[in-house]
């Protein structure tokens, strides 16, 4: 099975409103990052963690490298969220990076 | 602050011929690449990961015969998609790290005709 399962696969929002993306790792990993996929295609890094909370903005992310999860939580959606984000952890060995297979936000007026 | 550049943005390929795709990374020492492949309606695969002063791993199926890679310093990397076919077709994706978190270039889109 996949190590890392991202849920959910789509979400829709309105203006204003919030929610949480989750990853969920078969296995422990050693740090997590969160990134959304602009309109040109390019991954931009939201978020790096190696443990507790981070946030930025209206992006707040988690990660519990014990209970082997990641959120990221998103408040005051606005119209330009909407995109794909996808999350990524970090192997414990070398330097392996897994993604989810992200989540196709719309937010609608 | 870090960036990778990426090229080409996108390329097209006669059926059965390579390409070469190119990542340069910027304000770090890339220590590690790491080359991903998007198919359609698919993930992100890993293809490989290179690391300066070690063997480059692949990981299953996916071969050094097909997928040539080079890591000759700590700011370059290049990936070759050799014979390349229909099911090669998506977006491939180089990252390098420094020792912690990832920057990614914007992708080289390949399709075959």
């Known amino acids: 099975g996949d190590q890392v399962e991202q849920s959910p696969s789509a979400l829709s929002l309105h203006e204003g409103t919030g929610s949480a993306l989750r990853c969920n790792f078969t296995t422990t990993m050693r740090a997590v990052q969160w990134f959304r996929k602009n309109s040109r295609g390019s991954l931009i890094n939201l978020f790096y963690l190696a443990s507790g909370t981070k946030e930025n903005g209206r992006l707040k992310s988690a990660f519990d490298s014990k209970e082997r999860y990641s959120t990221l939580h998103i408040r005051d959606a606005q119209l330009e969220d909407s995109g794909t984000y996808f999350c990524?952890?970090?192997?414990?060995?070398?330097?392996?990076?897994?993604f989810g297979k992200g989540t196709h936000l719309h937010v609608l007026p | 602050g870090a960036l990778v550049y990426q090229y080409p943005r996108r390329t097209i390929c006669k059926s059965g011929t390579s390409m070469r795709m190119e990542c340069q990374a910027v304000g770090f020492q890339a220590t590690s690449v790491a080359w991903y492949r998007q198919s359609p309606q698919k993930t992100f695969e890993l293809i490989a990961l290179s690391t300066v002063n070690s063997a480059i791993k692949y990981e299953q199926n996916f071969t050094q015969e097909k997928f040539p890679i080079s890591h000759p310093n700590l700011s370059f990397s290049s990936m070759t998609v050799l014979n390349a076919y229909l099911e090669d077709r998506g977006l491939y994706l180089c990252g390098a790290t420094g020792g912690s978190d990832y920057t990614f270039g914007s992708g080289t889109r390949l399709l075959v005709i």
């Open positions: 990524a952890a970090h192997d414990t060995n070398a330097y392996k990076v897994i």
